[in-house]
């Protein structure tokens, strides 16, 4: 392809979607880039400076999941009651004042009290910033919104662990004070420059109380496709969320390989995410959503569960390209059906619970693996992973039976 239509390609892309969804796109990357360059190294960090096993990691995690589960309910109530600007910049400006402080504490005890509030308050934005991509998207093209949003992600990522691993050997601290300057700039950008998305009331519809905001999760668990929905994504999260928790340690101390190797490993996985995300999303637009994730559900299992079998630096990198390919299926397919099902009222207490596939999996999957690695062969947390990924992809192949 010619630079000229290189650039008239860009163009016709950029004129799809509106502006305000771009300027939400640049926001979540610099917010992103700053996460990217500290989270990934998180569990080295506490392993290193406070000197405990990955047993109390997996608890501290655990207790970030569960204090996210108040957050989450109570964000995608007040997004559905209030809008969705004001609860963006709150979880943005709390995560910034958290993370820099538990970049500075010198006690764990202190860490268990950043993850108590980091998981009330810092995940408290997550509903409201997925609904804000929903409402700024026709239905048609939401899947594709949602897999742009994952390429700057990514892209963020590509550039992030690397740099992180270099930082990280001069200061860990460094990486704390990058990532609360980045949210402290998106939570400026979402101020000045993105207006509120929520749907605007029908003519003489009275405004919510907040116990029916609240209430209204109760209709959202009677959806009994999208609760069945719910729990496969759960078991494919708990395989998936050990790529960020565990991998890293398992690596170290089982294989050898450095901060920086390990970073090379993750800017594998988002550099392809960035090149070839949007051209998989479009293609695989004419499938059946569900018979997506079981595909994309298979492969993690095959590729995490490769980390208990190999031993060569090269084929973790080949275990990752299989699970970014399953990554890359399954993430924007998922959300595009969970804005697909809500209503558009209750779009954030729907994304709030789905939400739930991600904080449930945090909660138990970083501490079960910690049990392994601190007390088993740890190869043990990848042939469970695999298997635990195999049941999910036939549970999403069994769902679809049921909605056909």
């Known amino acids: 392809m010619s630079n000229y239509k290189l650039l008239e390609h860009i163009r016709n892309i950029y004129a799809e979607y509106p502006r305000q969804f771009w300027i939400l796109i640049l926001g979540?990357?610099?917010?992103?880039?700053?996460?990217?360059?500290?989270?990934?190294?998180?569990?080295?960090?506490?392993?290193?400076?406070?000197?405990?096993?990955?047993?109390e990691v997996g608890l501290i995690f655990g207790l970030v999941s569960l204090s996210s589960i108040v957050g989450s309910v109570l964000g995608g109530a007040l997004t559905d009651r209030f809008g969705r600007k004001g609860m963006v910049i709150?979880?943005?400006?709390?995560?910034?004042?958290?993370?820099?402080?538990?970049?500075?504490?010198?006690?764990?005890?202190?860490?268990?009290v950043g993850a108590l509030f980091i998981g009330l308050?810092?995940?408290?934005?997550?509903p409201a910033q997925q609904a804000m991509v929903a409402d700024l998207l026709p239905e048609e093209k939401r899947a594709q919104g949602f897999g742009l949003l994952r390429v700057v992600v990514n892209l963020a990522v590509v550039i992030g662990p690397a740099i992180g691993g270099l930082l990280a050997t001069?200061?860990?601290?460094?990486?704390?004070?990058?990532?609360?300057v980045a949210s402290t700039i998106t939570a400026g950008?979402?101020?000045?420059?993105?207006?509120?998305?929520?749907?605007?009331?029908?003519?003489?519809?009275?405004?919510?109380?907040?116990?029916?905001?609240?209430?209204?999760?109760?209709?959202?668990?009677?959806?009994?496709?999208?609760?069945?929905f719910i729990g496969a994504c759960i078991l494919m999260t708990t395989v998936y969320m050990q790529m960020n928790t565990t991998l890293s340690v398992y690596l170290r101390d089982v294989h050898s390989v450095s901060e920086q190797g390990f970073g090379y490993i993750?800017?594998?996985?988002?550099?392809?995410?960035?090149?070839?995300q949007f051209y998989i999303t479009r293609r695989i637009a004419r499938y059946k959503p569900?018979?997506?994730?079981?595909?994309?559900?298979?492969?993690?299992?095959?590729?995490?569960?490769?980390?208990?079998?190999?031993?060569?630096?090269?084929?973790?990198?080949?275990?990752?390209?299989?699970?970014?390919?399953?990554?890359?299926?399954?993430?924007p397919t998922s959300q595009a059906l969970v804005a697909e099902l809500a209503p558009d009222d209750m779009r954030g207490r729907y994304m709030a619970v789905f939400g739930f596939?991600?904080?449930?999996?945090?909660?138990?999957?970083?501490?079960?693996?910690?049990l392994v690695m601190d007390n088993f062969d740890p190869r043990w947390v990848w042939y469970a992973g695999g298997l635990v990924g195999l049941i999910a992809a036939w549970s999403f192949a069994l769902l679809q039976r049921r909605v056909r």
Request: glycine share 12%.
């Open 28 to 55: 979540v990357f610099i917010d992103r880039l700053g996460g990217a360059l500290m989270f990934p190294f998180l569990t080295l960090y506490i392993t290193q400076k406070f000197s405990v096993g990955m047993t």
């Open 266 to 276: 993750l800017s594998l996985n988002a550099a392809m995410v960035v090149l070839f």
């Open 290 to 331: 569900l018979i997506v994730m079981a595909a994309g559900t298979l492969l993690y299992a095959i590729g995490f569960g490769m980390y208990g079998f190999v031993s060569a630096y090269v084929l973790f990198l080949a275990a990752m390209v299989i699970i970014t390919i399953g990554e890359m299926l399954v993430a």
């Open 121 to 126: 308050f810092g995940n408290a934005g997550g």
């Open 90 to 112: 709150f979880g943005l400006l709390i995560s910034a004042f958290i993370n820099l402080m538990v970049g500075l504490v010198n006690s764990i005890e202190l860490i268990y």
């Open 357 to 370: 596939s991600w904080v449930i999996p945090s909660a138990v999957g970083p501490l079960l693996a910690g």
């Open 189 to 228: 950008i979402v101020a000045l420059a993105i207006r509120e998305t929520k749907p605007a009331l029908r003519e003489g519809e009275p405004e919510q109380t907040m116990g029916q905001a609240f209430g209204g999760y109760r209709d959202v668990l009677r959806d009994g496709a999208f609760v069945l």
């Open 170 to 180: 001069r200061s860990y601290l460094l990486l704390f004070i990058c990532d609360a």
